[in-house]
C-alpha cells in the first residue's frame, strides 16, 4: 500500500524546486517507466491496485522485481494526488534525474542547442526526434523549461533517456567554452542563407532561439553563421519543434 | 454591447455540431483575426472593451470598418462565455467555414492526405508547416479532428485561411478517384524504403496515418508505394506532425 509519507513525497515532485532538492522526477505511463527501468535509476513504481494483473502491469513487476525495485499497489483514492496526466494511466515511477554534465556533451557529435525554450510539449518532441537521427547532445539555456516537467518527460515517449541533456546555467559561456574547443556555432533562424547550403562538418552546435523571441543578441554575437528553412509558401514562420526536426533531418541525411 | 443573442450565437460554436449548422466558426487573436479579415467572410468581431485602444486593436477595427464587418465591444463579465483560449487574448471572430471542394484538391500539385488524424495540435501545426511549404492541398479522413475546432484554428497560426482543407467522407473512394486522375499515393509509415529514394514528380498524394494506429488496412491497398523516414537512432517513432513537415520539406527541396 501506499503510505501517507511516500504519497507526500511523490506530490512534491509535481513541483521544479523539490525535483530539485531530491534530484528525483516522475515518470508515468507504460512506456515510460519500461524505459525507464531499462536506462535510469528507478527508485519506485506505484501501479494502481486494480490494475495489476494487466499483462503490460506484470511485466512492469517481473521487470521491477529483477532489479530490485520497490513496487508499491495504490487504491484509487490515491491516484488524484500522485498522477501527472489528467487519466492516470495505471503506472508510476520515481527515478533519479540524470546526471549530465558539460563534458559529456563534448564529444564532437553534433549538439542542438535550444535558448529559452518555454513548451514543454516542443521540448518533449525536439528530444524525440532527436533520438531518432541519433542526434544525442542537447543542450539547454538557463530560463528554460525543466527537462523533468511531467509534460517533457511524457512527450519524450522515453527518448530522454537516452539523450544526453545538459542544463547550461549561462549559454553564451557554454557557447563560448564550445567555440574555444573548436566548435562552429550555427543559428537557425527566419532570416540567413539557406539550411540546404549547410556543409556538414564535425563539431557543431545548431542554435535555436525561444519560440516568442527567436535567437537573443547575445547569442546571436556567438554565431559563426546563420542558416534558416527554406519556404517558398506563405506562413510567417515555423513551429520551433519542426524547425529543429527539420534541421535534425538534414544533419543526418 | 454583446447582446444575448450573439452571445448564446457565439458559445453554441464552441460545438463541432453547431458549426456544422450554421457553417461559421471561431477564430482568436490579434494574428489570426488579422488573417481571416484579409482571407475569410467574417461576419462579427468581439473585442474586449477595456482593450479597445490598443493600437493592435485599433487597427482591426479600422480594417474591419473598411470591410463593412460589425464590431462588438464586449464586458469582461462576457469573456468567459466566449473565449476560446484559458486567457482570452482580446479579440475574437465569427468567421464562414471555407467552402473547398474535391476540385480544388485536383490542381496536379501535392496533396497531404492524412488518415484520422485526432490531435489538434498536430493538425495545425501540419496546415502552418504545409503553408510554409507553399503546399496547398490538404486531404482530411472520416473521422479526423475538424479542422474548425478552435485548437486547430489557433496552431495554424492563420495558414488555414490559405490551405485547401478538403474533408472527405470516405477516404478511399477519394483516393481511388485520384488514382483515376493519374495520382500516384505513397503512404508514410515506419516500414518502407527511404524518403531519400523518392522521386519527385507531380500529381502525387502524401499519406498519413492516425497517431496512434498508422495507416489503415484499407488506406494501405490504395498505395502505390510506402516511404518511411530514415533514422539511425533508438526512438521508436516520431510525432505525426513532425514526419509529415520532414516530408513537406522533402518534396519541396
Known amino acids: 500500500m501506499l503510505n501517507e509519507k511516500i ?16 534530484c528525483e522526477f516522475l515518470i508515468e505511463g507504460v512506456k515510460c517507466v519500461n524505459e525507464a527501468l531499462d536506462c535510469a535509476d528507478v527508485d519506485i513504481i506505484v501501479i494502481d491496485g486494480k490494475r495489476r494483473d494487466e499483462p503490460q502491469m506484470k511485466n512492469i513487476i517481473e521487470k521491477a522485481n529483477k532489479k530490485d525495485v520497490q513496487v508499491i499497489f495504490c487504491a484509487r483514492t490515491d491516484i488524484g494526488d500522485i498522477k501527472t496526466t489528467e487519466t492516470f494511466s495505471g503506472v508510476l515511477a520515481v527515478a533519479d534525474t540524470l546526471d549530465i554534465i558539460f563534458e559529456d556533451l563534448r564529444d564532437g557529435k553534433p549538439i542542438i542547442a535550444l535558448e529559452k525554450i518555454k513548451d514543454p510539449g516542443n521540448l518533449g518532441t525536439i528530444i524525440r526526434t532527436a533520438d531518432w537521427f541519433g542526434l544525442y547532445n542537447i543542450l539547454l539555456s538557463e530560463e528554460s523549461v525543466d527537462p523533468y516537467n511531467e509534460k517533457v518527460v511524457r512527450s519524450t515517449m522515453g527518448s ?5 541533456i545538459f542544463q547550461s546555467k549561462k549559454i553564451v559561456h557554454t557557447l563560448e567554452q564550445l567555440k574555444k574547443d573548436g566548435y562552429t556555432i550555427i543559428g537557425l533562424s527566419s532570416e540567413g542563407a539557406s539550411l540546404d547550403s549547410l556543409k556538414l562538418q564535425s563539431k557543431t552546435v545548431y542554435l535555436f532561439g525561444s519560440e516568442s523571441n527567436g535567437l537573443s543578441k547575445e547569442a546571436r554575437e556567438k554565431l559563426d553563421s546563420i542558416l534558416s528553412i527554406p519556404g517558398n509558401g506563405n506562413a510567417e514562420s515555423l513551429n520551433l519543434a519542426i524547425s529543429a526536426a527539420i534541421c535534425c533531418y538534414h544533419i543526418s541525411l
Open 7 to 22: 504519497k507526500k513525497h511523490i506530490s512534491k515532485l509535481h513541483q521544479k524546486k523539490y525535483r530539485e532538492e531530491f
Open 160 to 164: 530522454m533517456f537516452r539523450t544526453k
